[in-house]
């Protein structure tokens, strides 16, 4: 018997640590209630509350919203019945990742509020006078149902479940169950959300110090090795150890997980230096190209073509006055002369001609 409530008190604690790890916030001293705030799309904020039976993980949990909306995932009593792993609960199946998958559905598709024409609001409590009746149905909290949602166990029952994960949880009045949520007039401040695990809080009260003696509360203040034994099997620091193991477990796997990845990650570092290599070789070689091109399109440009047309007429222009020059010495003959002079000189006005024309354009 009591092998299985270790086991039973085992399979809580890691179902515990991993709702905290999903953003579950601890709202009572046993550990029972949770409240996780979804952060929807619309600016809206939705909270979800998780109720743990005494017998969980055993008996699944009970999961709805603190606030009447509608939704594919909800029944009428608005409570979450569309994932599927709710439907066919077991005591292996991970609540962490349950809550995650129910905030990524209503971020997908926000729930939307009970309309304001709702003319019987619920209240939260049985005494209806305690309430305004004027407040919207949609803002009304949603009231405890003694017949269907599962009490929260005692600390004496299950002692593993006694250790917080949440320090704002003990600042609460142990009375209050189900606290009125706050209406969604006013939206708070916009932050990314940090995948943390939340510190366990520390108790203000001890109920197991009650169980001792006078003798022995005396002995625990006045031996520091008894009091290290007794604190050391609390069931808060039990249950922080466990927690912590398991951090340490988790962290362990991510680091060979990472770590198993260097020779595939080295790998590609060595074919990026590569691709970086060919890619400057590349490079230079298309600068080159680049330049050899700026120079023949330079070289084709108008304006050095007429330059080059004017230097060759003026040398045709030359060669043509030293023909004349010979002629007049007696160098040459008649016909000597018009057969060398006739085809210069007309070269030099054909080159001429295009010259004027392409000035004159």
């Not at 515990?16 to 979804?38: E, K, P, T, Y």
């Not at 080159?288 to 080059?308: D, I």
Request: proline letters at 9%.
């Amino acid at each position: 018997m009591t092998s299985a409530v270790s086991e039973l008190q085992r399979l809580r604690g890691r179902q515990v640590a991993s709702l905290v790890r999903a953003g579950g916030q601890a709202i009572n001293h046993q550990q029972s209630i949770f409240d996780v705030v979804v952060r929807l799309v619309d600016s809206r904020t939705l909270t979800l509350r998780i109720t743990l039976p005494d017998d969980f993980p055993m008996q699944g949990p009970v999961i709805q919203t603190t606030s009447r909306v509608q939704h594919s995932w909800l029944d009428s009593q608005c409570r979450v019945v569309g994932h599927i792993d709710l439907t066919s609960w077991s005591a292996h199946a991970d609540i962490g990742r349950i809550v995650s998958d129910i905030v990524t559905e209503f971020q997908r598709s926000p729930p939307v509020p009970i309309g304001r024409a709702a003319t019987t609001p619920t209240p939260m409590y049985p005494d209806n006078s305690a309430r305004p009746s004027s407040i919207p149905s949609y803002m009304q909290p949603f009231p405890p149902q003694a017949s269907t949602y599962p009490q929260p166990p005692s600390m004496s029952t299950y002692p593993a479940a006694q250790a917080g994960y949440n320090g704002s949880a003990y600042q609460q009045p142990p009375s209050v169950q189900m606290p009125p949520v706050q209406p969604p007039l006013v939206q708070p401040p916009k932050r990314e959300t940090v995948s943390h695990t939340q510190a366990p809080a520390i108790p203000a009260v001890f109920p197991e110090l009650d169980q001792l003696s006078v003798n022995q509360l005396e002995k625990l203040v006045t031996d520091r090795a008894t009091l290290k034994a007794y604190i050391k099997n609390m069931d808060s620091v039990v249950n922080f150890m466990k927690l912590y193991d398991d951090l340490v477990e988790g962290n362990q796997e991510l680091a060979d997980s990472n770590l198993a990845h260097e020779s595939s990650i080295s790998s590609l570092q060595v074919e990026i230096e590569e691709l970086k290599h060919q890619l400057h070789t590349a490079q230079e070689g298309l600068n080159v190209k680049l330049a050899k091109q700026n120079e023949l399109m330079t070289q084709f440009q108008p304006e050095p073509l007429v330059a080059r047309v004017v230097d060759a007429a003026d040398e045709a222009d030359e060669a043509s006055e030293e023909i004349a020059s010979r002629f007049a010495n007696g160098e040459i003959d008649v016909s000597q002369f018009v057969a060398e002079f006739q085809p210069i000189r007309k070269l030099f006005h054909l080159r001429t001609a295009k010259v004027d024309r392409y000035t004159h354009q």
